[in-house]
């Protein structure tokens, strides 16, 4: 691990913390961000006061924002899904050879190192802001506890992203302060998979009630529904949510399915809080079954959809996000949607990612075998008539679209597209969590938990989504029938088919497809899914698949090379040349 030692030595050490970036992260958020110029300081005497606390807090966030942790999040979470193929404009062999099953050791996304980057500066705000407690009386005991809960909430997050990728990783606590401690402290085993996200369990529960429940509003500019703090800084429903997450990873289904609950009940409750006191905000929401709050695609009085689309990604920052990193106002293009979407300040520069074509085959029909033709997510990540070849990926490329649904199958609307202050800049800001992915992750639970009630809910579940989505009313012909899913197979085929359509490009699709067959015992549901994108070298795509080895990435060469006593190379990615190490 002595390749992190770079960085990550540079960072604490050269000791000038990376303030102004983070700054730019949260713009929206100044109060948090007005901070001391700091210039060079030393890092053993710089923990003085709250606000050296809240620049190192600042920094884990702005590290998430880093180009290389952010391009990973779509890397490690889509590329070898069924939702998107290499286009063929493209020129980039690296993420060619990843979408194509191609992956070596020696490929640079499969370097870790930005996560790494962002775990050791959580590290530094648990092993010191405890010191800056006994040193600044205006840094309370509840100060405290919320800020060492934030930083345990994204290491937490970035462990479980490096487990999800490469199954067993190095799992530190304490921060590195110097290259010889580094050399010391990542030269350790591999945690296996399970224990470590057993004990990501164990480090969220001890400190998820130290979270702020709520930010409060800045300036008299936002309420408790619209404030970016409540979103795009770590909360107590943010805990929820990935706790959430990790047990259901786990197979630990009630409690998957409890935590997801607390989190529809905190949205269902902000809800009602907003609906009370400031009730137009959310005139365009309605609560579901009375209880899931999802913004309509079409606002009241009105048949034109695309509110929803713009609410969640063109606004961002809304009532149904949990956790979204934060790219408004950045000076930079939100590197995921520049590089593999669309760049909107380089118009020559293509993107790497084009729509797989299986997903749009028979649009607006009910051939179609992924969307309904009323389906307004098809008309917000496609485009409209769609092309025969080197089909764009719209969603999070454009701030909103306007249409109207058609009213029989084999008619196609027209969508008009809209940029907004975000989107014309390529800032749109990055989802982790939202309200329907953990409704669909409760969904998930209570299928496999199985039971007449369990399986009522979990469709109650989907239809919410589901009707949304196609703009419908209970009772529409159109909404899914109750009777073509009363048993544990058929209901979790829908949950899965619901996921699907919901998350689309949001980084989730690989990660969805390994859960599902680490759970069925075998990965041919996950071959049978993501092979026919391939074009060429299927026979030997389909052999290398059937391994639960292949399922996960290979280490980086220079990760084994730093670290040969405790990390070897994954058995699905050994050749005669990594045989030798």
């Not at 970016?228 to 786990?250: E, G, K, Q």
């Amino acid at each position: 691990m002595n390749n992190i030692s770079k960085n990550i030595g540079k960072w604490l050490l050269g000791a000038a913390l990376p303030v102004g970036a983070s700054a730019v992260a949260f713009s929206a958020c100044d109060d948090f961000l007005d901070q001391k110029p700091m210039g060079e300081i030393v890092f053993e005497n710089y923990w003085e006061d709250k606000s050296d606390v809240e620049s190192v807090v600042n920094s884990c966030y702005s590290g998430m924002l880093d180009e290389n942790f952010m391009k990973r999040l779509f890397i490690w979470g889509e590329l070898r899904s069924d939702n998107v193929v290499y286009a063929k404009s493209a020129n980039d062999i690296n993420i060619q050879q990843i979408i194509e099953e191609n992956i070596l050791e020696t490929n640079p996304n499969v370097t870790w190192t930005a996560f790494y980057q962002v775990i050791n500066r959580c590290n530094t705000v648990i092993e010191f802001a405890p010191k800056v407690a006994e040193r600044d009386p205006n840094y309370g005991e509840s100060d405290l506890r919320a800020n060492i809960a934030e930083a345990v909430w994204i290491r937490s997050l970035c462990y479980f992203y490096l487990a999800r990728t490469f199954r067993d990783v190095p799992y530190v606590t304490k921060p590195s302060l110097t290259d010889d401690d580094i050399d010391n402290d990542y030269r350790i085993p591999l945690t296996e998979f399970t224990p470590l996200l057993r004990q990501l369990v164990t480090d969220l529960e001890a400190v998820q009630g130290d979270a702020m429940r709520y930010y409060p509003p800045m300036s008299g500019r936002y309420t408790r529904a619209d404030n970016p703090y409540n979103t795009s800084r770590v909360t107590l429903c943010s805990f929820y949510a990935l706790l959430a997450d990790i047990n259901l990873w786990l197979g630990e289904y009630q409690a998957c399915a409890d935590y997801a609950q607390k989190v529809i009940d905190f949205k269902a409750n902000l809800y009602r809080e907003t609906k009370e006191e400031y009730p137009s905000l959310v005139t365009d929401v309605k609560l579901h079954n009375d209880k899931y709050p999802l913004y309509n695609e079409s606002e009241v009085g009105s048949n034109i959809c695309g509110n929803a689309y713009y609410m969640n990604f063109g606004a961002g920052n809304s009532l149904e996000s949990v956790f979204e990193l934060y790219d408004h106002n950045q000076s930079k293009e939100n590197p995921i949607t520049a590089t593999f979407i669309y760049s909107w300040q380089d118009a020559n520069k293509r993107a790497l990612c084009n729509v797989n074509p299986d997903l749009v085959t028979s649009a607006f029909t009910d051939a179609n075998k992924y969307f309904k033709y009323t389906d307004c997510r098809f008309c917000e990540y496609f485009p409209v008539p769609v092309p025969e070849s080197g089909i764009e990926i719209h969603k999070f490329q454009y701030g909103g679209f306007e249409f109207t649904l058609p009213t029989q199958a084999g008619n196609t609307p027209k969508v008009t597209v809209y940029v907004n202050e975000y989107s014309t800049k390529g800032n749109l800001n990055w989802p982790i969590y939202r309200l329907p992915d953990i409704m669909l992750l409760r969904a998930e639970a209570l299928v496999e938990l199985g039971g007449e009630d369990n399986l009522k809910e979990a469709f109650e579940i989907v239809s919410a989504i589901y009707n949304r989505a196609n703009d419908l009313t209970e009772g529409n012909s159109n909404c899914l029938a109750a009777d073509k899913y009363s048993d544990q197979a058929s209901m979790r085929q829908l949950v899965r088919d619901e996921r699907h359509r919901e998350l689309m490009f949001e980084g989730k699709r690989w990660y969805d497809l390994v859960r599902y067959a680490l759970h069925d015992g075998n990965n041919q549901d996950l071959i049978n899914t993501v092979l026919p994108k391939q074009q060429k070298n299927a026979n030997r795509i389909r052999v290398q698949l059937q391994s639960q080895n292949a399922l996960f990435w290979p280490y980086a060469e220079r990760e084994i090379d730093m670290n040969p006593d405790n990390i070897k190379q994954n058995p699905a990615y050994v050749t005669t040349e990594t045989s030798k190490k």
